[in-house]
């Protein structure tokens, strides 16, 4: 299990690419012609650093890939970007902090993949121990900074990737969560939204009041659409997982 992710709504974050800082220059009043010049040789100073500095940023090609989601993370509106590049992103955080949480025997699972990721320098990945209990791998938790009331919107986009085992296996009666958005207090309340697998289909749904109310057309009365938008997928006419 993989993934990078932005999380989008009213704020912004500072561009890592280089930006021009314009400061307004005032004399003091009864300044001499030489305090004129030296301020003058100071200016043109800053203004020769920072355009090194720009030209040195230039220089450093990004990949399509990471281009791509560095123009993400600075677009408006963006809350918090993660791309799992750093190495203090696998440091165990501290509740209730964002970052890197434990498993339920307290080993720290999730680790940095070099090999396998979407762009950057790494990703996280979750090993998931064999006939584990729940919390088997730990989890990333993370803040949006606000809160989010009845009205409001915000959008998240993530990349990840399973591998075959994970969507192949027989879970039983029970099966994984993929991600679950909700208030501070519970991960499981009225007010949340959990994305699940569908039984053991290898396709994801949605629900809410802590599996009380599944997300669907129709109220959840046949017919139905466990998923909407992109994909029309109509309760009991699915494809059965290859």
């Known amino acids: ?10 704020s912004l974050l500072v561009s890592m690419f280089s930006f ?3 400061l307004w220059h005032m004399e003091p009043r009864g300044a001499t012609a030489n305090d004129r ?3 003058a040789a100071s200016l043109e100073m800053k203004a020769s650093q920072s355009a090194s500095a720009a030209e040195q940023t230039k220089s450093q090609e990004l990949s399509p890939e990471l281009a791509d989601f560095e123009a993400r993370c600075h677009a408006g509106g963006v809350l918090v970007c993660e791309g799992f590049d750093s190495a203090a992103s696998f440091v165990a955080a501290k509740w209730p902090g964002s970052g890197l949480y434990p498993a339920a025997d307290g080993q720290l699972r999730g680790v940095r993949d070099s090999a396998i990721k979407a762009s950057g320098s790494g990703s996280l990945r979750f090993e998931i121990p064999s006939h584990s209990p729940a919390n088997a791998s730990g989890y990333w938790r993370q803040s949006f900074g606000q809160s989010f009331g009845e009205g409001m919107t915000f959008y998240v986009q993530f990349r990840q990737r399973f591998s075959k085992e994970m969507l192949k296996n027989n879970w039983g009666e029970t099966t994984w969560k993929q991600a679950i958005f909700h208030n501070g207090a519970s991960t499981c309340g009225q007010v949340e939204l959990t994305t699940v697998q569908y039984y053991s289909d290898g396709f994801p749904m949605m629900y809410t009041d802590c599996g009380a109310r599944m997300i669907a057309t129709n109220e959840g009365r046949p017919p139905y659409l466990l998923q909407q938008g ?6 009991g006419q699915y494809n059965a997982k290859s």
């Open 230 to 235: 992109s994909y029309n997928c109509w309760y």
């Open 37 to 39: 010049r030296v301020n």
């Open 20 to 22: 021009v800082l314009l």
């Open 1 to 10: 299990m993989k993934m990078k992710f932005i999380v989008a709504s009213l």
